[in-house]
Nanobody, 130 residues
């Protein structure tokens, strides 16, 4: 259930980007899809998730700025990122593997995916810089 993320780029602080994650119809209709990001030298962080029924959850670091949505006709999940900050700079990935949750390490600082999980598709670079 490796998926390909797209839509990244260079944006100034305060700007917006919309990332896309296209999935097959079967995955889109049955799996939750998560967005993750990895900044240089840091662990891969859980950013947001959306279930097959449209229930969303967000990391505290992006709550109020990022919004997930689903296009059922295109079987695509979008991550709308507003009010971007330099600390949002990372490679962003999407993933629909239900087993990934067994590799989470969560604390008050959020959830991170342990390094031994290695089933990632191509990510997309987001750079927030003036």
């Amino acid at each position: 259930v490796q998926l390909q993320a797209s839509g990244g780029g260079l944006v100034q602080p305060g700007g917006s980007l919309r990332l896309s994650c296209a999935a097959s119809g079967s995955i889109f209709s049955s799996n939750a899809i998560g967005w993750y990001r990895q900044a240089p030298g840091k662990q891969r962080e859980l950013v947001a998730t959306i279930t097959s029924s449209g229930i969303t959850e967000y990391a505290d670091s992006v709550k109020g700025r990022f919004t997930l949505s689903r296009d059922n006709a295109k079987t695509t999940v979008y991550l709308q990122m507003n009010s971007l900050k330099p600390e949002d700079t990372a490679v962003y990935y999407c993933n629909a593997d239900p087993e990934i949750v067994t590799f989470y390490s969560c604390s008050g600082n959020g959830c991170y995916v342990r390094d031994e999980y290695d089933h990632w598709g191509q990510g997309t670079q987001v750079t927030v810089s003036s």
